[in-house]
């Protein structure tokens, strides 16, 4: 078992940034490749990012390349999401997953693992 915590979400204006972060506890952090989707209402959860267990792999969604960057340090179990650009269909509840593989994945039934997702809101 892990357990995720995400944190950081807000209320933003269009062309701002927010950093999220998803603290894990439990199992060695570092034998999970992480990934953050989200979901907007009534839309299904899509893939934003991941990154394999030793940081040396990420991987973005064609919609966020470029403007945000997923990062993580083992040493304080935590994996971050940082969201520069922010435009109004950013809007969504941000959910970070964890996989017990080394490698990236960018589907939601990839993930075993969640938390309970963090609102991030982007007033245009």
């Known amino acids: 078992q892990v357990q995720l915590v995400e944190s950081g979400g807000g209320l933003v204006q269009a062309g701002g940034s927010l950093r999220l972060s998803c603290a894990a506890s439990g199992r060695t952090f570092s034998n999970f490749a992480m990934g953050w989707f989200r979901q907007a209402p009534g839309k299904e959860r899509e893939f934003v990012a991941a990154?394999?267990?030793?940081?040396?792999?990420?991987y973005y969604a064609d919609s966020v390349e470029g403007r945000f960057t997923i990062s993580r340090d083992n040493g304080k179990n935590t994996v971050y999401l940082q969201m520069n650009s922010l435009k109004p269909e950013d809007t969504a509840v941000y959910y970070c997953?964890?996989?017990?593989?080394?490698?990236?994945?960018?589907?939601?039934?990839?993930?075993?693992?969640w938390g309970q997702g963090t609102q991030v809101t982007v007033s245009s």
């Open positions: 990154i394999s267990w030793s940081g040396g792999s990420t």
């Open positions: 997953g964890a996989r017990r593989v080394p490698y990236v994945g960018g589907r939601p039934d990839e993930y075993g693992y």
